[in-house]
């Protein structure tokens, strides 16, 4: 999958030979962490019912300058449509922009060109991002909601968006216990 954030930036994921889906690689050609916003939208596609999501960064050729991303992360989803693990290739960067335009005109992807068939070492995981999800909605924490703790189960919620409204007494749970929906009823 290609996702693209608001700022501008595109990047790679697929959990596609991974050991679980909650395992995510991510092919980044500029970065090694993912925005707030990256990270909803995966969330949103995994939709798991396990406490979190495993980020795995990529070793892959980067880019110079910064204007190439997204040109990098269709080269990313082809390779691996192709079945070739985009980290084992160097990408022919000033190359790239034509060859997807050929694409799109021919109406088929094939292979983006590389620089002499050249290798890079071998599959390799940078780091790893643990992305915690939460709620009925099973997104991350988002910073402008503010989020809610059951006092049965300690789940926590995304209050007043995903959850009926919720009394102002019971935000204070010292003074109000506050109950999600499963334990209400």
């Known amino acids: 999958q290609v996702l ?4 501008g930036h595109w990047l790679t994921i697929t959990n596609v030979g991974t050991q679980n889906p909650e395992i995510v690689r991510v092919y980044d050609s500029l970065y090694s962490s993912c925005s707030p916003s990256i990270q909803q939208q995966i969330a949103c596609m995994v939709n798991t019912a396990k406490p979190a999501i495993t980020l795995e960064f990529i070793d892959v050729h980067r880019q110079k300058g910064s204007n190439d991303c997204g040109v990098f992360a269709v080269a990313y989803a082809v390779s691996l449509c192709l079945n070739e693990e985009p980290g084992n290739l160097s990408f ?12 799109l005109e021919a109406g088929e992807f094939t292979s983006f060109p590389v620089l002499n068939l050249k290798r890079r070492q071998g599959f390799k995981v940078n780091s790893r991002q643990l992305v915690k999800v939460y709620c009925t909605c099973r997104l991350p924490k988002l910073s402008e909601i503010p989020m809610i703790c059951c ?10 968006v995903c959850v009926a409204a919720i009394p102002k007494s019971a935000w204070n749970q010292r003074k109000e216990k506050w109950f999600c929906p499963v334990c209400k009823s």
Do not use: D, K, V
């Open 92 to 103: 022919n960067q000033p190359a790239l922009r034509q060859h997807l335009i050929q694409c």
């Open 4 to 7: 693209h954030e608001p700022q």
């Open 151 to 160: 006092s049965n189960c300690h789940e926590w919620y995304h209050g007043e």
